[in-house]
């Protein structure tokens, strides 16, 4: 398709291994190419999936491609073939103060906020001022009581939409969509704790009791043609 596309718009595709002549039989091994590579495509992400997921129920940091705040992610190549995560005392400090005011005193993600900003901590990106979904993502994070999470989010084909996201195509360059997987099945690997973990179930204990009494609208089809309307001009 993509060779029929070129040459209509007068582009002449070069073929390094065997010129690329208008007969019937090339075009049939170019096809059955194109099959053969598309296939060998798909088993490598497969092999590649099984072989991370293997390498995640033995307990290898190397699956983890990076390591949240208070945590430096050392790579195979500098930990002497295996990674590891690396505790920056700086910001496990900012952690384990943020599991307190959650856990024993009993603070919102918006008060943890605030206070993190009026006493400038700095955030991963250099920042002074926290966003709620920093420090959301951060008391819902395994990996500070020692279990970080392998697998908690797996790609489905793209769920249909009614409009489009804002300043977003309609049709993304990956028609996949990522959804969220059950704690159940995540594969947990050893590393570095920061909290123990009474502390931590504690701090998710209050965030349920948080979003019980949080006086906020309920999520929902509240209007009739809510997610249907869409500004021509703005998106």
């Known amino acids: 398709?993509?060779?029929?596309e070129f040459r209509r718009a007068g582009v002449e595709v070069m073929f390094l291994?065997?010129?690329?002549?208008?007969?019937?039989?090339?075009?049939?091994?170019l096809q059955g190419q194109g099959m053969i590579a598309e296939?060998?495509?798909?088993?490598?992400?497969?092999?590649?999936?099984?072989?991370?997921?293997?390498?995640?129920?033995v307990g290898t940091v190397n699956v983890l491609s990076g390591a949240p705040y208070?945590?430096?992610y050392v790579t195979?190549?500098?930990?002497?073939?295996?990674?590891?995560?690396?505790?920056?005392?700086?910001e496990a400090r900012v952690i384990r103060q943020v599991f307190d005011?959650?856990?024993?005193?009993?603070?919102?993600?918006?008060?943890?906020?605030?206070?993190?900003?009026?006493?400038?901590?700095?955030?991963?990106?250099?920042?002074?001022?926290?966003?709620?979904?920093v420090v959301w993502g951060i008391v819902k994070n395994p990996a500070y009581q020692g279990a970080a999470a392998f697998g908690k989010t797996r790609q489905e084909p793209l769920r249909p939409r009614?409009?489009?996201q804002r300043n977003r195509p309609v049709q993304p360059r990956r028609a996949v969509s990522t959804s969220a997987v059950p704690s159940e099945d995540w594969i947990t690997i050893p590393v570095p704790a920061?909290?123990?973990?009474?502390?931590?179930?504690?701090?998710?204990?209050?965030?349920?009791?948080?979003?019980?009494?949080?006086?906020?609208?309920r999520r929902g089809a509240l209007y009739l043609l809510q997610g249907v309307l869409q500004c021509q001009h703005c998106g």
């Not at 291994?17 to 091994?29: E, I, K, P």
């Not at 195979?76 to 700086?90: F, S």
């Not at 605030?114 to 250099?126: A, I, N, S």
Request: aromatic share 6%; hydrophobic share 35%.
């Open 1 to 4: 398709m993509l060779v029929d």
């Open 17 to 29: 291994n065997r010129a690329l002549v208008q007969r019937a039989d090339v075009g049939l091994l």
């Open 39 to 57: 296939y060998e495509r798909a088993k490598i992400i497969e092999r590649h999936r099984r072989g991370k997921r293997h390498a995640a129920r």
């Open 70 to 72: 208070g945590y430096r």
């Open 76 to 90: 195979k190549y500098e930990g002497g073939g295996q990674a590891r995560y690396e505790i920056l005392p700086d």
């Open 101 to 133: 005011w959650v856990g024993h005193h009993r603070l919102t993600i918006g008060e943890v906020c605030r206070r993190l900003t009026q006493t400038g901590e700095v955030t991963r990106t250099g920042k002074t001022v926290w966003d709620r979904s």
């Open 162 to 164: 009614r409009r489009a």
């Open 194 to 217: 920061l909290v123990e973990p009474a502390v931590f179930a504690a701090v998710q204990e209050q965030l349920r009791e948080n979003k019980r009494h949080a006086r906020q609208s």
